[in-house]
């Protein structure tokens, strides 16, 4: 699945940028996805991973501590895990089962939202800040097989990801898609070096999915939402999912088993309530059907409820 080489650059409008690219940066210290410093536990009861990762200075892959990326590879039916991710994705999920149709109906919530920007909107413009491991269905190939010239930037900061940015680079010759190695803590660094790739002066699909979970401060991650929303112009969209401890979702089993997990595995997490996740769609136009369980959002049928919102809300 990787291409065979780097394509000749593609000039589209005033960007002359490669239809395929890595670009890589220094790491923010105690960033985001890989990076995040964590706190020491109360105990270690049915502690798992061996090692912790450092709280300062760039992530390393390490294989020894179970990693949010290569977990949620593991959730989906993925390869790219270690044993200790299986164990703790096993210990997990045996707390709180939902968590395997959380990630499938996480994974569907992608396909339907880019399909829908792509060939109900318009959007041509994908900004996929920490996407995780490259699967089947990435939004590059979703929004490409409908709009060939759609343009793609992931963003993550996880080595294993890294490794495997070959994958998500595969463009089509009209499009293009760029990979950054870079943190969500860093919203303007991601957004000048987006730009390589993007044109900031027409609309951008700025997906969250899963990511500011990561973020432990709200107050931080409403701040790192209003500064990527702030770059990009009218008509633009934000897209996110986020887990929540609320009830009537069946989230109640989220705190112990996101407690075992910040004992077990990086980066840390965290559910919010409804009311916390709004918040972070304050400002723009909540697309229907509003903030909902991810399964449901556009769905065909009647899909199960599951503790994680999901909703896509356009820049006025």
């Known amino acids: 699945m990787t291409p065979a080489g780097r394509s000749r650059p593609l000039r589209t409008g005033r960007f002359p940028v490669s239809r395929d690219r890595v670009i890589t940066g220094r790491h923010n210290d105690g960033g985001g996805l890989g990076a995040a410093a964590r706190a020491s536990p109360q105990g270690r009861s049915a502690d798992v991973s061996e090692n912790r990762t450092p709280s300062n200075g760039s ?3 390490d294989t020894t501590v179970a990693h949010n990326a290569r977990v949620w590879n593991y959730w ?11 164990r703790v994705g096993e210990h997990v999920a045996g707390m709180f089962p939902v968590i395997r149709d959380v990630a499938r109906a996480d994974r569907a919530f992608l396909g339907r939202a880019v399909r829908w920007l792509t060939a109900g909107r318009g959007v041509r413009q994908f900004l996929d800040i920490g996407t995780g491991l490259p ?7 979703i929004a490409q097989r409908i709009a060939p010239d759609a343009r793609v930037v992931y963003v993550d900061n996880d080595p294993i990801v890294l490794a495997h940015a070959r994958t998500l680079l595969t463009s089509t010759p009209e499009g293009a898609t760029a990979y950054l190695d870079a943190d969500v803590h860093d919203p303007e660094v991601i957004v000048e070096r987006a730009a390589e790739t993007l044109d900031l002066g027409r609309p951008v699909a700025v997906m969250m999915l899963g990511i500011l979970n990561f973020v432990l401060d709200t107050d931080k991650a409403r701040d790192i939402v209003r500064r990527l929303m702030a770059a990009v112009p ?3 969209f934000l897209v996110l999912t986020h887990p929540t401890a609320d009830a009537d979702l069946g989230g109640e089993g989220n705190a112990a088993a996101m407690e075992f997990w910040n004992r077990n595995a990086t980066p840390p997490i965290t559910a919010r309530s409804r009311a916390e996740i709004a918040a972070f769609l304050e400002g723009l136009d909540l697309v229907e059907p509003g903030l909902v369980p991810c399964s449901q959002w556009r769905a065909d049928g009647s899909p199960a409820v599951v503790p994680q919102f999901g909703a896509v809300a356009v820049k006025p």
Do not use: C
């Not at 989906?76 to 299986?86: A, C, F, L, T």
């Not at 699967?135 to 190939?141: A, G, I, S, Y």
């Open 135 to 141: 699967t089947v269905d990435n939004t590059h190939e």
């Open 59 to 61: 992530p390393a892959l």
């Open 234 to 236: 009218s008509g633009s």
């Open 76 to 86: 989906i039916g993925g390869k790219d895990n270690y044993e200790v991710d299986q």
